[in-house]
């Protein structure tokens, strides 16, 4: 078994499970967002802000294990590296969202906290759409 092999599969793991969390965690929270208590909507709020970090995390470690295994980090161009722009601007976008949701949503009105899970959503579903770019163009 190769140790380079091995450390992708499970960094890949870690990264599927990433995209589930940011994913459901915003469908969930955006469905039952009117119909529920603010302390479970918060739940989902540290669910997806978790995928989100799991996600740069795996992301950054695929690119460590490339260069660790090469010396130099993948050689990617033109829709390759437009895809992976989108998942870093997602990522970053949704920690922030995450992040400003769970230190101001209290004071937040229905429409903005709906608003806020659009957003997550949009993010979650731009990020995986980019991902599919970024797998078949580099």
Known sequence: ?????????????????????VTAGAAAGRWIRSST???LTRRFA???LGGWVAQAISGATFGAISYASF???PEIHGIAMAALSVKITCAVAGIGLCALYLAREPNWT??????????????????????AFLRWFS
């Open 110 to 131: 229905q429409t903005q906290r709906g608003d806020a899970w659009t957003a997550l959503l949009t993010f979650a579903a731009a990020a995986l759409c980019a991902a």
């Open 71 to 73: 010396g130099q980090f």
């Open 37 to 39: 208590t603010s302390d």
């Open 1 to 21: 078994m190769d140790v380079q092999d091995l450390g992708y599969a499970l960094t890949q793991v870690v990264h599927n499970f990433g995209a589930v969390a």
């Open 46 to 48: 540290w669910l997806v």
